[in-house]
């Protein structure tokens, strides 16, 4: 099997630290060209800082890390320290990276590569804000074709929202450019709140991490540990949603995850509900369907996948 050329693009958060892991732990699999950080979760200095840092520890100082947009297309940033802490990566200590950053912009890394590699074989994995990605698109519309898929952390549809009553983070962080990514016509697939939230942390599944006797298991068990807090306040649930590491299970096990075919929209205006991924889930409409939007996952396998995987860095 020839790996999956993938971008990673980021705001790293601890989920997107496990996320980048698991596919660095997954080479037959998965063929990383190059990890974009956008503002998000925190803003860029430390999401670039943050990416490079998860790229040491896997023992991958050669990836390629590219620094993107500092800001939403046209609003101001929010960000989340309040889950993810003051870096990002709260938790566990941590000594800043010496790998380089890359001197191009992120934008124009997703272009040219997108140019440069045969039409259809580069899949687009953005795990946070959707700002490069939408930018790319805008400034270079002829790439638009050329993308394999887009396999999307974000939105909700059931669990509705985690930032506001009505909007996942990484969507209302920059609806316009969700906007733009979701009307593309591009083939999408969206692990939203919906199946996120199944993929619950457990004490089990987090000593299973720190069982494994390695540096990788040992940051992972205690950004898990930081990050579940959260969750744990808000929603009363067992553990965190590990969110962004779907995107790369979806990829190496599809088996894993279930879904339907279904036209998303974004809600780019109203003050109650912007960011809202508005989900025709029952067909209620004739508008296109332009998403495999996910709404369950076997959580046991996706685990399983996890440590398997990880246990191999
Ligand atoms: C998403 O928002 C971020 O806080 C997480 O990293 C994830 O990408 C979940 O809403
Ligand atoms: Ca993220």
């Known amino acids: 099997?020839?790996?999956?050329?993938?971008?990673?693009?980021?705001?790293?958060?601890?989920?997107?630290?496990?996320?980048?892991?698991?596919?660095?732990?997954?080479?037959?699999?998965?063929?990383?060209?190059?990890?974009?950080?956008?503002?998000?979760?925190?803003?860029?200095?430390?999401?670039?800082?943050?990416?490079?840092?998860?790229?040491?520890?896997?023992?991958?100082?050669?990836?390629?890390?590219?620094?993107?947009?500092?800001?939403?297309?046209?609003?101001p940033l929010v960000t989340a320290e309040h889950v993810h802490g003051k870096t990002g990566l709260d938790g566990p200590q941590m000594a800043d990276p010496t790998m380089p950053l890359q001197d191009q912009h992120a934008v124009d890394f997703i272009?040219?590569?997108?140019?440069?590699?045969?039409?259809?074989?580069?899949?687009?994995?953005?795990?946070?804000?959707?700002?490069?990605?939408?930018?790319?698109?805008?400034?270079?519309?002829?790439?638009?074709?050329?993308?394999?898929?887009?396999?999307l952390m974000g939105g909700a549809y059931f669990e509705v929202g985690n930032i506001t009553p009505a909007a996942e983070f990484n969507i209302y962080v920059d609806p316009e450019a969700a906007?733009?990514?979701?009307?593309?016509g591009v083939p999408l697939v969206v692990m939203p709140l919906d199946v996120t939230h199944k993929a619950l942390t457990t004490k089990t599944r987090i000593d299973a991490f720190r069982a494994m006797g390695t540096k990788v298991g040992d940051m992972v068990a205690a950004w898990t540990d930081f990050f579940e807090r959260f969750d744990m306040e808000k929603y009363g649930s067992e553990g965190a949603p590990l969110h962004d590491p779907c995107t790369i299970a979806y990829l190496?096990?599809?088996?894993?995850?279930?879904?339907?075919?279904?036209?998303?929209?974004?809600e780019t205006s109203s003050e109650l509900?912007?960011?809202?991924?508005?989900?025709?889930?029952?067909?209620?409409?004739?508008?296109?369907?332009?998403?495999?939007?996910i709404g369950d996952l076997d959580a046991?396998?996706?685990?399983?996948?996890?440590?398997?995987?990880?246990?191999?860095?």
């Open 252 to 266: 190496i096990q599809p088996q894993l995850f279930s879904g339907r075919q279904i036209n998303v929209e974004i």
């Open 111 to 151: 272009i040219q590569t997108l140019r440069e590699e045969p039409a259809g074989t580069v899949t687009l994995v953005p795990v946070g804000p959707l700002t490069n990605i939408a930018t790319a698109f805008q400034r270079a519309p002829d790439i638009i074709p050329r993308v394999q898929e887009i396999v």
């Open 179 to 184: 906007k733009i990514v979701f009307d593309a």
């Open 300 to 313: 046991e396998g996706f685990y399983a996948l996890l440590a398997e995987r990880l246990a191999r860095l």
């Open 1 to 75: 099997m020839t790996p999956r050329k993938i971008i990673i693009d980021t705001d790293p958060g601890q989920d997107d630290a496990v996320a980048i892991l698991l596919a660095l732990a997954s080479p037959a699999e998965i063929a990383v060209l190059g990890i974009t950080a956008v503002a998000g979760n925190v803003p860029l200095p430390l999401t670039e800082k943050n990416t490079r840092i998860v790229c040491e520890l896997a023992g991958r100082p050669d990836v390629k890390v590219f620094a993107g947009c500092d800001a939403p297309l046209s609003r």
């Open 273 to 293: 509900t912007l960011g809202m991924t508005v989900a025709d889930w029952w067909g209620i409409t004739d508008r296109p369907k332009n998403a495999l939007f």
